[in-house]
């Protein structure tokens, strides 16, 4: 994959880090921009620039990681949809949790070897081949449009992260099958499943709260216990309007 003008921004107050990953990834063709604080990432992203993943330390000297997280998630499109990798010299497995029910889409501890962010933000940008005219998928009230990557519902766009479009269209384009929880995160992550690891029920929570669906009665997403999940299939067809 090449990563020819790809441009990350990375929010982290750790200059030699930032120093160190800015030097690495641009041996692979990613450009580095650092902020090293909530404020200064802000303003970052409000400049236009065409950020592909933020990378976002959980300890900033302004304020919290996490509550960042929680403010690009609020910022509208586009800027709400890009990527977050979170990074944390914490160990509490609970600190991951809270990442991701606020929208981040990976999660890495430190310390790390730089080849590992670049193989976790491979993992994020993998993207299908694109093809002309795909056909939007539409199941029920719900429209996935594979190229423009948006959702809708009854013609209202639902606003969801890299990772929640990336969990969606794997459930819908399997609708009526039940997929494995195993399946679904290495699919999406692109890493096996810990017995342990709630990581996917989270995500799954997540993106059942930005559908509007119920857990209890689920229009869209419906849960086989002891196994995993199931989109519902209400009639699926294949549409070629734009």
């Known amino acids: 994959m090449s990563y020819q003008a790809h441009r990350i921004l990375l929010v982290d107050d750790d200059r030699r880090l930032a120093g160190m990953l800015a030097t690495y990834l641009h041996q692979h063709g990613v450009q580095v921009d650092a902020a090293e604080t909530c404020e200064a990432a802000l303003q970052r992203l409000k400049s236009g620039a065409p950020y592909v993943v933020i990378v976002l330390d959980l300890m900033l000297p302004d304020g919290d ?17 890009i990527p977050i990798v979170m990074l944390t010299a914490k160990g509490d497995p609970l600190d991951r949790v809270i990442g991701l029910e606020l929208g981040a889409d990976d999660y890495m501890p430190k310390p790390f070897e730089p080849r590992e962010l670049l193989a976790r933000l491979r993992a994020v940008l993998r993207r ?8 939007a ?8 449009d594979r190229d ?12 969801l992260t ?4 990336e969990l ?4 819908a384009e ?27 029920d989270v995500q799954i929570g997540r993106l059942r709260a930005a559908l509007g669906d119920d857990p209890r009665k ?3 997403i419906a849960t086989v216990r002891g196994v995993g999940y199931c989109f519902r299939r209400p009639g699926a067809i294949e549409s070629i309007d734009g």
Do not use: K, W
């Open 128 to 135: 299908p081949p694109l093809v002309s005219e795909r056909p």
């Open 168 to 171: 969606l269209m794997t459930l």
């Open 65 to 81: 990681g996490l509550d960042l997280c929680r403010r690009i998630r609020t910022l509208g499109q586009p800027l709400s949809a």
């Open 162 to 165: 890299s990772r929640q479009f």
């Open 174 to 200: 399997a609708a009526g099958r039940v997929l494995s929880r195993e399946h679904l995160m290495d699919v999406i992550c692109g890493e096996a499943l810990d017995a342990s690891d709630r990581s996917i």
């Open 137 to 144: 998928l539409i199941l029920g009230d719900v429209r996935l």
């Open 148 to 159: 423009a990557r948006r959702v809708a519902i009854r013609g209202a766009e639902v606003d």
């Open 218 to 220: 689920p229009r869209y």
